[in-house]
């Protein structure tokens, strides 16, 4: 989910979940890379272990990870990329259909000469990183999915039966999200899989929000928990994920890993299952 400023224009804002109030850690320094001839933005949070690569979700950009990524340097490298479109990458006229966005991961690891990784992405990174499982599983270790493995073209079948879906006034982006459209194959990921899902028993409410926030989250809960949306989506991976493990959260939001309740669950959990996959 992206990193909201109003007017909110963040799909995965309205249909995932609300961002929990907590204090931005340091950001590191900006740099820029040519991939497919698209000028990107990443960060290197240092490292020289084994790759972590972090992709963002839709409209945020690789910042989201300043206080998950550090926490690994002492054993991996971690670094990522904000996909082309938002952020401060390049918002070129075309570009944004899955196989060009699962071809830019390529290129990245391509350009920072990274030969295999793990990708650990958040919310719509999911759809990238299965596509990519499928295409280059030579150039994976492992995949840690963000809340991101979801059926999208489901969420949004769903969320237009009762208003939820709407498009992006954003064109990059509402290319972005047409493009994570897709029924997921995973019957075609033969790497490690860890999955991380936050699933509501009741609508997710906080003091301090507003009456408007308060209602889409009500409707929020409707639509992908108390219909059985997101129960489906976890079946759906345990079941066609060979080998995979998922960590169900339900008592937090779309961006868990950023929740003081698990800070340090979250990276403690990446460790444990990265480390298991090291022992094979």
Known sequence: ????????????????GFVALIAEPQRPQDQF????????????????????VFLAGLGDDVHRFDALAPKFIDEYR??????RGQG?????????DLPTLTNDIRGFMDAERIDRATLIGHSMAGPEMTRFAAEYPERLTALVYLDAAYDFQRAYEVGIKTGLSKPNPDPSLEAISRAARVRPDYQRVRVPALAFFSLWDRPYILPDMNEQTRTTSELVYRTLDASGYKREQVDLFKREVEGSRVVEWHDTNHVFFSDPKHVDDTPRIIREFLSSIARR
């Open 33 to 52: 890379v040519s991939v497919n001839g698209v000028r990107l933005q990443y960060l290197d949070w240092g490292g020289d272990g084994r790759a972590l």
């Open 88 to 96: 401060l990458s390049e918002k070129p006229s075309s570009g944004y």
């Open 1 to 16: 989910m992206a990193r909201c400023r109003l007017p909110l224009v963040c799909v995965l804002a309205v249909l995932f």
């Open 78 to 83: 971690a670094v990522g990329f904000t996909r």
